[in-house]
């Protein structure tokens, strides 16, 4: 008998060293993975010291595009950077360093370069905003001639864009401890704050809703839903620091009046205003998020109003809500309700992550008709971008919904088939579980930097699954 028992007990220790041990060689592949396709997207998308980047690469004809990245699409570079520095740290903390001491330089050094390099979509420019008329230095869409003289004024510059800017600067800073990064982000967030409808409604309360961009009257899910983590995130960093800000809010007589807050008081009090915004306009009736607030009255140029002899924006009304539903557009709320409840303990936000992880995943994943026990995401347009920051969420989600852990499942199996059955120079196609389309190779550069995000990102969860077990 008591053999039995040691035999038992041995095989159990053996079952869970096997198991560690598998683990950490997914941890190490998918480190090794991501970086392999990082590599790849720098050498084949991006050229020269200033990093111009190629929107699309060919690598079955070697050919990349004349056609140059967006911002949106150069902060795509930036994000993947981010995510393999955090995996690397995290595998140096649980006694893993060789990845990390091997590494880890290259990419601090290559996030310097690429931060450097995000100047030439700069630019400064003269905006009349609902509270002020001010001088911004931000980003535009297109990248300019040279650094600091890239066109952002009206339609040039979105507030998306800015918003997942700031998110990755946050992440920055949060990785190397520079606060030029945290400088940046705070003057990004004034500058989208700036952009919040605070005029007022008929009972007196705010408008609210961030427009697309200054240039832009319709209200998007894509320019409210990703602010809400980052403000959350600055939020937490000063919540015991007496740092102070001032603001312009409008009186009920229109006036508009200067106010003084803790920092940590008003990035919070704007993470929940929109988030509520959102919640109460955009949502649908399956539980995920259509795309914007439009049908503008009477019509879709920006409005202005003079009070007491100063020019301010007006509102615009919006009566009609338009599709269709984006992955992104759920999951940045599902983020942001993550990190809502987590700084503020209501169950509200707790009750919107269950629902909205479900509801999510019932939607946007389809059972694979082809390949059994494969889950398949949309992937025309810019949806595999999109379904990234659905499986983020899905991270994020995870701590309070154990029922993600199968969402999340779904991501890397997709990944480690694509990148087993139909890599090439390391990097991947469109449609990671039908492979190359012989009519059109062509693949946007930001889902390489997608797929590589995504695999360091799955790397930090597994470690992190770790960590939270042997506490």
């Known amino acids: 008998m008591g053999c039995n028992i040691q035999q038992s007990n041995k095989a159990k220790k053996n079952r869970h060293t096997n198991i560690s041990q598998q683990k950490e060689t997914l941890i190490t592949n998918n480190i090794i993975r991501s970086m392999a396709i990082t590599d790849a997207t720098f050498k084949h998308y991006f050229k020269g010291d200033n990093q111009v980047m190629a929107r699309f690469y060919n690598p079955i ?9 967006s911002v949106w699409m150069y902060s795509a570079s930036i994000e ?3 995510t393999i520095l955090q995996a690397l740290k995290t595998q140096k903390l649980m006694g893993k360093d060789s990845l990390h001491n091997i590494h880890y330089n290259r990419y601090e050094n290559l996030l310097t370069r690429l931060y450097d390099n995000l100047e030439y979509y700069s630019g400064t420019f003269e905006h009349t905003s609902f509270t002020q008329t001010k001088d911004w230095t ?26 997942w800017l700031i998110r990755e600067l946050l992440h920055s800073y949060k990785i190397t401890d520079n606060k030029h990064y945290l400088k940046k982000a705070e003057y990004l967030t004034e500058y989208v704050i700036d952009g919040w409808d605070s005029t007022l409604d008929a009972f007196g309360k705010p408008n609210g809703g961030i427009p697309w961009g200054p240039g832009y009257t319709t209200k998007h899910s894509c320019s409210n839903g990703p602010f809400i983590s980052p403000l959350i995130w600055l939020y937490e960093l000063y919540k015991d620091k007496n740092d102070e800000l001032t603001y312009l809010y409008i009186s009920p007589t229109g006036e508009r009046i200067e106010k003084k807050v803790k920092k940590s008081s008003y990035y919070l009090q704007f993470a929940k205003d929109i988030y509520h915004w959102q919640k109460s306009k955009l949502i649908r009736s399956d539980g995920i998020y259509d795309d914007f607030l439009g049908g503008c009255d009477p019509d879709c140029a920006v409005a202005y109003e003079v009070v007491n002899g100063t020019t301010y924006r007006a509102n615009t009304k919006l009566k009609d809500v338009v599709g269709p539903a984006y992955s992104y557009n759920t999951g940045t709320m599902l983020s942001g309700a993550v990190d809502l409840f987590r700084a503020t303990s209501n169950k509200e936000y707790l009750e919107d992550v269950k629902s909205l992880g479900k509801m999510s995943f019932r939607y946007f994943a389809k059972e694979s008709n082809t390949l059994p026990g494969y889950y398949e995401y949309a992937t025309s347009g810019f949806n595999n971008w999109f379904n990234g920051v659905l499986m983020r969420a899905f991270i994020d989600a995870n701590t309070y919904d154990p029922n993600t852990e199968l969402y999340i499942e779904t991501f890397q199996k997709n990944l480690d088939y694509g990148y087993e059955k139909f890599a090439k120079k390391n990097l991947l196609p469109t449609n990671l579980l039908h492979g190359w389309d012989p009519k059109n190779a062509d693949v946007e550069g930001m889902f390489q930097l997608t797929f590589a995000a995504e695999y360091a990102l799955l790397a930090t969860y597994e470690m992190g699954k770790i960590i939270s077990t042997n506490k």
């Open 61 to 69: 004809e070697d050919k990349s595009s004349s056609e140059i990245g």
């Open 138 to 163: 931000v980003y535009g869409v297109n990248r300019g001639a040279k650094k600091g003289q890239a066109k952002v004024a009206g339609i040039e510059n979105v507030y998306d864009d800015q918003q």
């Open 80 to 82: 993947a950077i981010n």
